[in-house]
Structures are given as C-alpha cells and as structure tokens.
C-alpha cells in the first residue's frame, strides 16, 4: 500500500464526512486472525439473519443491542446498540462504516457517554477466517508490527498507531456519544489479501463482533 493511495483514501473520506485528516504516513494491518465473538444482528426494515450473520440491508448490514458496559469514567446504564453499515474495498483500502447509538432513560437527556467511561477502545478489527488474517486500521504513527526485538519498544509502537489511526471518532475521552443520539463512524484499513466475499468485523473494542459480513469490491468482483 503505497502512501499516495492512502493519501487519497483519506482524502475521499474526509470530504465525505466533513473530517479533516492531516495523513504523514501509513502502517499496515495485516496479521495473524484473532479469535471472535458472537453477534445476533437485526437490521431495521430487513429480514433478520440468522444470529452470528450479518444481514445486508438499506445501509443496515447487522444491528447488535447490549447492555451499556461500564469503564474507568461514569457508570451508566441503558443499552448501547451498534450498525454495521458496509465494508467497501476500493483504491488499495477497505473501509467499515458503523453507527453507535447509546440510549439510557435514567440519564439527563444532555448526558454524554464515552468511550473511557463505557470501557472501550475505538481500534476496528477486521478477520478474514478463510485465509487466517487480521487487519487493523492504517495509522500516521508508530506500527502495529514494529521491526524491533525489544518488547517495549514493540509496545510504544502500538500505543503511538492506536493513537494516530484512521478511525473516527479516536477520541476516547473527551468525546462523549449524546443520550439518545446516533453517531456514524469509519475505519480506513489495508484492502484484504485475495479478496474474501466476507469477513467478521469488531468495529469498536469491547463490544461484540458481526460475522459473516459481506465485503463489496469497487470493481463488482469478489474471489
């Protein structure tokens, strides 16, 4: 992946969704596949899939509803309930789109829930099942896999790309999700090697993972 194409990725992106990304340069996310979780998906207006499936729909490929998890900040209730939208491959990239909506009837209506206080990580995780591969997000700084020997400095190479990824919202503190409020999210990351027709997509961390989700090719074609 060259840092011309990234460049244009994130280009695109941003004038799509009116975020400005300043891009220095990119890390690839290719690895060994991690294992994955359950989704029971439900999109709205669909027929829904059989759990663990995503279901392709208007803009609504799988819906997953839990229970608000609880992190290091607020505590507080409701549900949390995350859309995964599409996963387009075009121009060298794959790019995942999700809505993550939280709603809590006991909360102030002007109340806000991060990432920090819900326990979660904004790092999208892509596996492609098939052909044994992860992907993570692109990042402008450190790496995923860091050409060291030292375990620490391999350690400050992800603390910098989870810093720096191609993900919004990154924020995981200051940023808070409005009470009853949908926000829509993306994720840049490697287009995926030999072209799988699906892959399981964990679009935040810590929050359950769709599987089964169909990727569509710029060019029509899938092998």
Known sequence: MNTRALTTAAARLAA?????????????????????????????????????????????MATKTTATPHGGGDE??????????????????????????WDDDEAPADAGASYYDMGLEPSTAVTDRENLKLYRPFCTEGSWQAETVSAGDAQLEQMK????????????????????????????????????????VAPVEGLPMFTDATVTYADGAAE
């Open 16 to 60: 799509a969704l009116t975020v400005t990304v300043a891009l220095a340069a990119g890390c690839s996310g290719g690895g060994d596949a991690a294992g994955g979780g359950e989704a029971t998906p439900e999109a709205d207006g669909a027929t829904p899939a059989a759990a663990g499936t995503a279901n392709p729909g208007d803009g609504e």
């Open 76 to 101: 507080w209730g409701g549900e949390v309930t995350m859309t995964l939208r599409t996963v387009e491959v075009a121009d060298g990239t794959m790019t995942v789109r999700w809505a993550l909506r």
């Open 161 to 200: 790309c989870r810093d720096s990824m191609l993900v919004s919202p990154l924020e995981n503190i200051e940023f808070k999700f409005p009470n009853h409020g949908t926000v829509e999210s993306w994720a840049v990351l490697p287009a995926p090697e030999g072209k799988p027709g699906q892959v399981d």
